[in-house]
């Protein structure tokens, strides 16, 4: 795939799938075949490389004793030649399900089309007779042998349940077929054959309407899909069938690993019979990649090897589309934040009580009943503290359990001290102000640093003392008052490394933002602002902390000119140092956290997810609560510099610190970067290969 331009999803590994519901006659193969070739034709402008069908699309499911009709069987094969034919001209695979004589005996089959021949066919395995079905009085179920071959249309071709198609020129492209009934199964045929390598499970399905049963179908859907590791599309019958009885309402899905990608409108005819068309670009090297790191789906096939082994495939070539191609899927900017705002308070909720419970079960453990917390008045720390105090009202202790220390240094703004004072006195926890500057001047003197003697020397020296000082005094107060000193790094300084190691903010008795990104953590600190869950008043300081540039503030303010000199104002001024400016926007770079560390992309794919987020303003959605001076677009050349910032920090220089991590609850999928969690790699790797691929694969 390597031949393809970067814009183009099938080289970053995504296929893109389709799920086509066509208005068919009932009992009128003709008919139905003429409405197939529409949409397949549709699928075909849309580059799909696979396009899946109602179950008994031709002749219509609800013919009930008309199937033991030669007329209509006859007419069904001849509609099949049609479309065999017909496919030869065209990029999709298509599974289209038939009524088929095989033996003396009536199958209930799916046909897989491409290139003008017939892959494969593939009989439906489990057939209803319960409530309204009765498929058993025209059909049989699944009998073959992987050795059993079938004539149709004018082919000769494998005939069996356990059948695999692999698409050998996309990698990781494997589908397997299954038909309705046979997913609502106990053990779904599916289940086997994902086992067995399929990516991909196709089911063709009649599923009949009732009050809540689509509710149930997307869940079988969504489970099958995470359970399998696998993409699952799903084409359900709908406008065309016969209402003699039952009612059809159109239902297609397409997840993947448990995600819904696209889902059609239900009970969407528009009266011309047009039918619906849904596609989706599926993510075949995640799913690869899942498949890697998931050792229970190898032990599960070990277990089952002899159902695993009777599976026959059948390999042939696709006609890759070329050219530039639009992503037929949503990116979301902030993967640790739902864009929904009913999740996005489900994620918010669930992150705090993990946060909670876990510095809780802590405190139990450990007998103490005092925490102890630096407080800059920046994001981290705020959410911290916030932690600390629900904490303590869980075990019923009293917020002045909380023993809150703002410890201005050379670089602190007045207006990040002035924040951390309002906060504290707004949450009534013990509030207590060190000036460690004097302690810091010692220790450069100390040392020898030339900021003692008067130079304006302001290098990592001279950020780390003040970093280490404010730690060294934390852990000396925690002996003092027997308490616990709460750590307030979060996941995104530690993936780059912005923290000091050691005696620094890198170390703590129990950190629990240690798996929460940066992002997030804005997100939650909005949350608590408005639900106004410590009053009003406190949330106007939340507010105003989030509104603050993110700086560690370690460079005095006399190092670089102000504009605003001697005006006074509410306003944050502008920090003498910017964190993002000197490691990259934390939207962004936690966006590449997400992929890189959780999925292992390579970096060309990362990019291209990222500028497909990314590049513009108006697409897709953004998550609640953000202004629109706070949304920000990136270009391509952006996302590269940038994701090579974070290739370089993450691989080769700041392993050495989170392999020295301090107890902290994971809270995300994923987001753990701790050595006894998630992640484990050696301090002294290099990143040339990342950095290598980036620099070749992205333009």
């Known amino acids: 795939m390597a031949d393809l331009p970067f814009e183009n999803p099938y080289r970053h590994g995504f296929v893109r799938v389709a799920v086509a519901i066509p208005s068919p006659r009932v009992a009128d193969p003709d008919h139905s075949a003429r409405r197939v070739l529409e949409l397949v034709s549709a699928a075909h402008q849309r580059r799909a490389a696979l396009v899946v069908f109602p179950e008994l699309v031709l002749t219509g ?4 004793d008309l199937f033991h009709q030669e007329a209509l069987l006859e007419a069904t094969e001849e509609s099949l030649a049609v479309l065999v034919a017909a496919s030869a001209k065209l990029r999709p695979v298509l599974v289209v399900d038939a009524p088929l004589r095989r033996e003396g005996k009536l199958f209930n089959c799916a046909v897989v089309i491409h290139d003008g021949a017939v892959l494969g066919v593939v009989p439906k395995t489990y057939l209803p007779n319960y409530r309204e079905y009765y498929e058993k009085r025209q059909f049989v179920g699944d009998e073959a042998r992987q050795s059993d071959w079938i004539d149709v249309a004018g082919c000769h071709a494998p005939f069996g ?11 990781g492209f494997t589908f397997h077929v299954e ?24 089911n063709p399905s009649a599923s009949n309407v009732t009050i809540d049963k689509a509710a149930y179908r997307r869940l079988l859907c969504q489970s099958q899909s995470g359970k399998c590791v696998a993409a699952y599309v799903y084409a359900g019958a709908g406008y065309g069938e016969s209402t003699t009885d039952l009612a059809w309402d159109g239902h297609g899905l397409i997840c993947e690993n448990a995600e819904i990608l696209a889902e059609t409108q239900r009970f969407a005819d528009d009266g011309k019979g047009e039918g619906q068309l849904l596609v989706a670009d599926v993510d075949l090297g995640r799913l690869v990649q899942e498949r890697v790191r998931l050792t229970t789906l190898h032990d599960a096939a070990r277990r089952h090897r002899g159902e695993v082994e009777a599976f026959g495939r059948v390999g042939f070539e696709i006609d890759v589309p070329g ?12 993967p640790f934040v739902p864009a929904s705002t009913r999740e996005r ?13 876990g510095l809780v079960q802590r405190l139990q453990a450990t007998g103490i009943e005092r925490v102890v917390i630096g407080v800059s008045g920046g994001l981290d720390s705020t959410q911290a503290l916030i932690v600390a105090v629900q904490a303590l009202e869980k075990l019923g202790l009293p917020r002045a359990n909380v023993l809150a220390y703002t410890m201005p240094g050379f670089g602190t703004s007045e207006h990040t001290l002035e924040s951390a004072r309002a906060l504290m006195a707004a949450l009534s926890v013990s509030a207590s102000e060190i000036d460690i500057r004097p302690s810091c001047r010692q220790m450069l003197e100390d040392i020898g640093h030339p900021f003692a003697a008067g130079e304006p020397v302001h290098d990592v020296t001279f950020e780390n003392v003040q970093a280490g000082d404010r730690t060294s005094h934390l852990f000396r107060l925690a002996n003092l008052h027997r308490g616990l000193v709460v750590g307030t790094g979060d996941l995104s300084e530690l993936a780059l490394g912005w923290c000091t190691y050691g005696v620094g903010d890198q170390m703590s008795h129990y950190n629990v933002n240690a798996s929460v990104p940066k992002t997030l953590v804005q997100h939650l600190i909005r949350w608590v602002a408005d639900r106004e869950l410590f009053g009003a008043g406190a949330s106007e300081v939340l507010r105003r902390i989030l509104e603050t540039e993110i700086s560690p503030e370690l460079v005095p303010a006399s190092a670089k000119k102000r504009a605003r000199k001697g005006k006074k104002s509410t306003a944050a001024a502008p920090p003498v140092q910017s964190t993002e400016q000197a490691i990259g926007p934390f939207d962004l770079q936690d966006f590449h956290l997400y992929y890189i560390s959780r999925f292992g992309f390579r970096p060309s794919k990362v990019a291209y997810l990222a500028h497909r987020a990314w590049a513009e303003l108006d697409r897709g959605r953004w998550p609640p609560g953000l202004r629109a001076d706070e949304r920000r677009e990136y270009s391509l050349a952006e996302i590269k510099r940038w994701l090579e910032v974070f290739l370089r920090r993450f691989f080769a220089e700041s392993q050495f610190k989170r392999s020295a991590m301090p107890n902290a609850p994971k809270v995300g999928s994923g987001g753990s970067l701790s050595p006894r969690g998630d992640w484990r790699a050696p301090s002294d790797a290099s990143a040339e290969p990342w950095l290598e691929e980036l620099r070749r694969n992205v333009p």
């Open 179 to 202: 038909i309705c009934e046979d997913l609502w199964a106990p053990v779904s045929p599916s289940s086997f054959a994902s086992l067995a390598g399929a990516t991909v499970l196709v």
């Open 323 to 334: 050219g530039k191609l639009s992503l037929e899927r949503e990116i979301q900017r902030f």
């Open 161 to 171: 349940a356990r059948l695999l198609f692999e698409v050998e020129n996309v990698p």
């Open 345 to 357: 308070d489900e994620r918010c909720a669930e992150a705090y009580a993990i946060q909670v419970h």
């Open 61 to 64: 499911y609800t013919c009930d």
